[in-house]
Antibody, heavy 125, light 107 residues
């Protein structure tokens, strides 16, 4: 079964740090771009970051650029999101998501075909 | 930056109705638009990719059309299990944006 499972969500104070992890299985992890997408309570979806299959290309939403770092370990079929200088508005449900497209192309629309169940990040004093 | 406007923000329709949801972008994006369904309490699910391609396992009552700046998601015969929020999504190089979402309810 193709699946991704997130972990690492927690309650953290403003200004704090957190690392989210995602374990992938059932597909060739090192062939696909991976994403983090978040959703705040009662709100819509916000794309956070992507990383290409080989880790050579990464991209971030403006709201997290300079504070969050995406990485992957293909030997462990794992994706990570290091979150620093956390703000209250970073609170939400974080999804690990697989890109549908094999490989990577910057001009591609990046449809996302496998979503985890998410992990909750709460930034509160 | 490319802006997207998804409409309507919510709608209510009857079982068997044809439902249309639209996304408009401020610049042409060719056919590079995708649609998702998110049922309450669940993760999103990819419905349509590349504007009009049906993702495997998605019922054929769902279809997508459009190009350049205007795109449409159509449900030809609304079913109770289609109650969900629907999102469009596009990529501007490596920056990805979701539409604001359309909440669909059954009358």
């Amino acid at each position: 079964e193709v699946q991704v499972v997130e972990s690492g969500g927690a309650v953290v104070q403003p200004g704090g740090s957190l690392r989210l992890s995602c374990a992938a299985s059932g597909f060739s992890f090192d062939d696909y771009t991976m994403h983090w997408v978040r959703q705040t309570a009662g709100a819509g979806l916000e794309w956070v970051s992507l990383i290409s299959w080989d880790g050579a290309v990464s991209s971030y939403a403006g709201s997290v650029r300079g504070r969050f770092t995406i990485s992957r370990d293909n030997s462990k079929n794992s994706l990570y999101l290091d979150m620093n200088s956390l703000r209250i508005e970073d609170s939400g449900f974080y999804y690990c998501v697989k890109d549908r497209q094999f490989g990577f192309a910057s001009g591609y629309s990046h449809p996302m075909d496998v979503w985890g169940q998410g992990t909750t990040v709460t930034v509160s004093s | 930056d490319i802006e997207v406007t998804q409409s309507p923000s919510s709608l209510s329709a009857s079982r068997g109705d044809r439902v249309t949801i639209t996304c408009r972008t401020s610049q042409s994006i060719g056919s590079d638009l995708n649609w998702y369904q998110q049922k309450p309490g669940k993760a999103p699910n990819l419905l349509i990719y590349g504007a009009s391609n049906l993702q495997s396992g998605v019922p054929s009552r769902f279809s997508g059309s459009g190009s350049r700046t205007e795109f449409t998601l159509i449900i030809t015969s609304l079913q109770p299990e289609d109650v969900a929020t629907y999102y469009c999504q596009y990529s501007d190089n490596t920056l990805i944006t979701f539409g604001q979402g359309t909440r669909l309810e059954i009358k």
